[in-house]
């Protein structure tokens, strides 16, 4: 079955190959329609009459609504959304007060392979349902419980800060960018309760990644650049992680500037934090992947939006994605090297990368809305030495 989001013209391209595997030209003449018209509803570029669509419906053998695309109504139990005990104890469903709390340094172990799962695994999504509604349950208890004595309630706060982290990125991967907010927002709330100013810029860095994916990249860049200024007194007094931070923080930036189709000042801002980064080495401060390798992805990224497919080509050829501890960035890079050969109309060449992207982190290739949107032109556009690879990969990915 079809996803419910697949456009019309995708759904009576479906049902023509599924059943029978019918001519265009065939069903055109039965409905009264030209093979060309068919072609473009087919492909997009019209939208059938209500009459049409009936006659199109009639001859493929299915109910009109079945070629009715349908926004997705959010849903708990999909299997691409954020997984509901994980927002129930978000919500406060936890162990009752009289529990006795965990052990710190057990909750900073379960927290930190938490990340390192998130970072690492090829299953992370499903990794994460399974660890993150008792560990959320366990840091907020243990919080609460320690209120009273100061070092361990700053301990704990450290740990639901980087926990909170780990959620804000979770929550909008699944598609609850609201759900994120509130994680960077407790995240910041926790970092300043310890006060830990290195969690604190961490968390600002969070908070900016939740206003780019609201589509707010002025929010966003005022943050990082406010908290890069507070941080700077800090890098002074040789605080270790200080200046990576900020670092990261500067990339938020760039990406700021790139939402905003402002491409020199991101290339320039970008240029400014290189030397920095070549300085620092490779790194994960926060867990945010700042050095030099992430700069270099990040030139990438400019350019393929840039629409300088071309050059962010060339310069991908470049880079050595091997030593980065976060395969999710990794992903992201194969992902905006396909986008720029599907941008050249290098069909074989998209194919190829979303099948290696599958092979690497197969449910991150089903939550991308690029991926999915790079895989359905496959479909519109796949010769037949490649169809039958598309489609099995459309069916995978849950687009058929």
């Not at 989001?5 to 030209?25: A, E, F, K, M, V």
């Not at 379960?110 to 695994?121: K, L, M």
């Not at 966003?220 to 200046?243: F, M, N």
């Not at 982190?361 to 598309?390: F, T």
Request: charged share 25%.
């Amino acid at each position: 079955m079809p996803a419910p989001d697949l456009p019309i013209g995708d759904r009576i391209r479906h049902y023509r190959q599924t059943r029978g595997n019918r001519r265009q030209d065939v069903i055109a003449g039965l409905v009264g329609i030209t093979p060309d018209y068919l072609g473009q509803i087919e492909r997009g570029l019209k939208t059938p009459t209500i009459p049409v669509l009936h006659a199109i419906a009639r001859e493929l053998g299915v109910p009109t609504a079945a070629l009715l695309a349908e926004a997705p109504a959010p849903s708990a139990a999909s299997p691409h959304g954020t997984d509901p005990a994980i927002a129930e104890a978000l919500m406060g469903y936890g162990p009752p007060r009289s529990a006795e709390p965990a052990s710190v340094p057990v909750l900073r172990e379960r927290v930190e392979q938490a990340w390192r799962n998130w970072q690492t695994s090829p299953t992370r999504f499903t990794d994460a349902a399974a660890v993150l509604p008792a560990l959320i349950a366990d840091v907020e208890h243990t919080v609460r419980a320690y209120r009273s004595e100061p070092d361990l309630r700053r301990d704990s706060l450290r740990c639901a800060a980087d926990l909170y982290f780990l959620l804000r990125s979770y929550l909008r991967r699944t598609g609850r960018v609201d759900l994120s907010l509130m994680a960077a927002d407790r995240a910041v709330r926790a970092a300043e309760d310890a006060d830990d100013p290195l969690r604190i810029a961490a968390a600002q860095w969070n908070l900016g990644h939740v206003l780019l994916a609201a589509d707010e990249p002025e929010g966003a860049e005022q943050i990082a650049t406010r908290a890069a200024e507070e941080l700077q007194p800090r890098v002074a007094a040789g605080e270790t992680g200080a200046e990576a931070m900020i670092g990261a923080l500067q990339l938020v930036s760039v990406v700021a500037a790139a939402r905003r189709r402002d491409w020199w000042t991101a290339r320039a801002r970008l240029t400014q934090t290189q030397a920095v980064a070549r300085r620092l080495g490779e790194g994960n401060v926060a867990w945010t992947v700042y050095g030099p390798t992430n700069i270099e992805l990040h030139r990438v990224s400019i350019e393929m939006e840039a629409g300088e497919a071309g050059q962010a080509l060339r310069m991908a050829d470049a880079i050595d994605t091997s030593g980065l501890p976060s395969i999710e960035r990794e992903f992201t890079f194969l992902l905006e090297v396909a986008r720029c050969y599907d941008l050249r109309r290098e069909d074989s060449a998209v194919l190829l990368h979303l099948l290696e992207l599958e092979r690497m982190a197969p449910e991150d290739l089903a939550r991308q809305p690029l991926a999915r949107d790079m895989v359905l032109g496959l479909v519109r556009r796949a010769r037949a030495m490649h169809a039958r690879q598309v489609e099995a990969l459309a069916e995978r990915v849950g687009i058929l």
